[in-house]
């Protein structure tokens, strides 16, 4: 019989209590909805604590759970450890059973070892238990606990330890008791170590023990002066680790080798060109890394959580960017994080049916955060490496000011620039690093972790001076011929006045740019003062904003003249712009509409864009449009575009305007007196936007993407107008080449065309893999085989088409040089690789693959490494692969010592 799977023993855990009268409550999400105090569900007992305090009955006394949990930041931050130990994780399962004033310790116990040795099939000769010996804590030895384990086994494996080890308590004050351990011995039989004399047993950091289950017995509540009072309906609280449980049963040494993290660990290696099946040793540790941040990314994306730069966010983005860079360093040098997250999905989605629901929001966050981070890595690993390379030889700090200029300048995160480090053999100060972006932040010398503080009193300071004394004029008017300047920025200071070059930021006493709001982007245009019909000064505006209440910023740089406080000029909008994006804006409305209409009264609004090139309007709906749906919302909008209603602006109360069905951003607070804007009558919303005259100046809507974004909100970008024509030409230009490509007959037989040719390609792909492997191998007049000190050397330049060709190539020749090295460069697109591969007989004693690759990947203006036997490196200089593979006889020389 094959031994029971992860998700097996999940299964049968539930029905075993369940069984026994216990409720079967759901996981609770990763974000604790009833605990402000943690950062991330870590616990079973979790969603049950107001249960265990008495604040929140519920109709049971018995329950039971599988819970998801993460631990990754705080005092439980372990994340270096992750991917390098065999338990160290930061999402994890934890099995837990609870008993809130009914059973206690006899069924606890009892049940812990029926499941374990009976339901699992452990072997009782190995599993030892602890109990709390009444020390430091001021409750007694537990005796109880003690004589029921000793009813089970013998008291030779019936450890006592202390408050540290076997004493649980959920605050300073509250709720605690004892708590009984099970671990298991990894051996044949476990020794009798309990009644010797000395420091035995799991207490004592003995790695032939690994706690498997802990039973606690919550029967006193804790007072403000550390005395205890027992609790008249005492509770239990159990929690096993999945994965740890699932290692044992499975018979596997890493909880990585078990079922739920190895089809991830093989997916990850499949993704790279590595052979899944296949231990790589020390090199399992990156594809460890990858699957274990997989599953800590796919949850907590579902639970609502997406990468950013502050709290829970930014715990997910350094998860989800430590997994990445473990990638890069295993030759992924494109997007992969987001398939190993959909295999996730795969295997996890039948027990938690949220992550199949919201695979398209996971998806997509996870491919939008790799390609971000990429840019960020490729920028920041440069900068870092440079930074690096012009350090002294004898210093030990990498200076904190450049580690805060790194992320200042390039997002790049802090803890990644301290794991460099720490791979180089320096230390660096986060702290420090920590204190100096704030410095900065303060300053207003960069991004920093959130928004420029000076600057925004400097906006206050400019809302209150000129309070009254500036207004937008932009619903009527597109240009102000005597505009007066009220204020001048540059670089974040009031200034009197600004010259030719000088990026600004300027106040108004009448404007006609519109303030970004609500969705809409902010106008662009011009400040002039002509004299005699000459320009004698000009500022260009590429935007507008609203930093502090109606205080409308101009922000542009000086083309000509001195701008000056006090300037009297003509300020005009850049008026093709805002008319697109007056279309796009009333487009908008009528795809509000449209959705409500085709999709029904739940579709809410969640967030818009409206810029001059296109509309984006997120909105609450649980499923994707089906291709009728997106037709016929396309067929509504353009329906109302035909009928050209006029558009019409009132202000009137909020609750007037609710009454005449006027419809309001979702969450958004608005003033006593509101705008409504409406185009028809039905149309009718609050807006504070700008808008076209008449339905039919949209011209033409078209969708061009539709898709999630988070859990329950979808997403349509659209186009309307020249824009709206564009797409369709576009389309329809892309179809008559692939007409005329693919020789069909018409548009209609082009997926058919595409199809065969398809499956045609691929089978000449095959064919052509084939034959290169066959030449690449293949032995030539023009090899030739080089000994450096007693070493044969094989070095060339090869035409393969991928890293996986390269090293089934480089494999080949290494079995055919029987003892040596071989080097081998290739072409793939814009990109050179290097493969080293060295036999068995020399790797790591004489020469070491990834030494070798590194040295010769300078010639690409790359980097590269990887184990003693097997090595490669990747850079952006195609044209320095000659120098590379000229160049390693000499590295070779040079590692050998020859």
Known sequence: ????????????????????????????????????????????????????????????????????????????????????????????????????????????????????????????ERLVVSVFDGNGENAPFDREAYDLWAEILPRDRIYAFDAKENFWQMGDTGPCGP????????????????????????????????????????????????????????????????????????????????????????????????????????????????????????????????????????????????????????????????????????????????????????????RTEEEAFRRTLGRGIRRLEGALGDLDEDVVVFPPAVAADLYDTYGFPIDLTGVICREKGLSLDEDAVDVEVRRRQLSGGGAGLGAATGIDD???????????????????????????????LVGGEQVAEASEGDEVELILDRTPFYAESGGQVGDAGRLVRVVDDKVELEVELVDTQRPAGELHVHRGVVRQ???????????????????????????????????????????????????????????????????????????????????????STREMGLDAAKEAGAIGLFGEKYGETVRV?????????????THVARAGDIGLFTIVSEGGIAQGVRRIEAVTGMGALAQVQRVNDILSEAVSELHAGSQAEVGERIRRLYADLKGRDRKIADLQQKLTTGGRAEDTIVEVDGIKLLAKKVEVADPKALRGAADTLRD??????????????????????VTKDLAGTRVHAGKLVSALAVHLDGRGGGRPDLAQAGGAKVEGLPAAIRGAEAALRGQVGA
């Open 1 to 124: 019989m094959s031994p029971l799977s992860a998700h097996g023993i999940r299964r049968r855990f539930l029905k075993f209590f369940a069984d026994r009268q216990h409720e079967l409550v759901s996981s609770s999400p990763l974000v604790p909805a009833n605990d402000p105090t943690l950062l991330f569900t870590n616990a079973g007992m979790v969603q049950f604590k107001d249960v265990f305090v008495g604040r929140d009955p519920r109709p049971y006394t018995r329950a039971t759970s599988v819970q998801r949990c993460l631990r990754a930041g705080g005092k439980h931050n372990d994340l270096d450890n992750v991917g390098f130990t065999p338990r160290h994780h930061t999402f994890f399962e934890m099995l837990g059973n609870f008993s809130f004033g009914d059973y206690f310790k006899e069924d606890a116990i009892r049940w812990a070892w029926e499941l374990l040795t009976e339901g699992f099939g452990i072997p009782a």
């Open 561 to 647: 003249g001195t701008l000056r406080v006090g300037d009297v000029c003509l300020a005009e909008i850049d008026r093709e712009r805002r008319d697109a994006i007056r279309r796009n804006h009333s487009a908008t409305h009528l795809l509000h509409l449209a959705l409500s209409q085709v999709l029904g009264p739940h579709v809410v609004q969640k967030g818009s864009l409206v810029s001059a090139d296109r509309l984006r309007f997120d909105f609450a709906h649980g499923k994707p449009l089906t291709g009728e749906q997106r037709v016929e919302i396309e067929r509504r909008v353009n329906a109302a575009v035909l009928g050209n209603r006029a558009t």
């Open 677 to 689: 804007v409406a185009i028809g009558p039905e149309s009718v919303e609050l807006c504070g936007g």
């Open 179 to 366: 708590c009984t351990e099970i671990h298991i011995f990894h051996g044949d039989k476990a020794p009798g170590d309990a009644v010797r004399e000395g420091r035995f047993g799991p207490a004592y950091e003995d790695t032939r023990y690994t706690e498997l289950w802990n039973l606690v017995f919550m029967q006193f509540e804790k007072q403000a002066d550390g005395s205890l009072i027992s609790l008249p309906r005492p509770s239990v609280d159990t929690g096993a680790g999945l994965e740890r449980l699932a290692a044992v049963v499975e018979g596997v040494s890493t909880n990585y080798g078990t079922s739920l993290l190895a089809p991830l660990v093989a997916t990850a290696k499949s993704l790279a060109g590595a052979d899944p099946t296949r231990d790589l040793g020390a090199g399992e540790c990156p594809f460890q890394v990858i699957a274990d941040h997989a599953r800590a990314t796919t949850f907590l994306i579902a639970d609502g959580v997406f990468p950013d730069r502050a709290g829970r966010s930014y715990v997910l983005r350094r998860i989800m960017r430590r997994a990445i860079r473990y990638g890069t360093s295993v030759g992924l040098d494109r997007a992969f994080f987001h398939e190993v997250c959909a295999k996730v999905v795969e295997d996890f989605g039948e027990d938690y049916p949220e992550i199949r629901e919201r695979s398209a929001t996971i998806d997509e966050v996870v």
């Open 816 to 837: 055919r040089l029987g003892s040596g090295v071989v080097v081998l460069g290739a072409a793939s697109g814009a990109k050179a690789m290097l493969l080293v591969a």
């Open 458 to 488: 400097v906006y206050f300071a400019l809302q209150g001076a000129h309070a009254g004394g500036s207004s937008f004029v932009g619903y009527s008017a597109e240009s102000v011929d005597d505009a007066k300047v009220l204020a001048l």
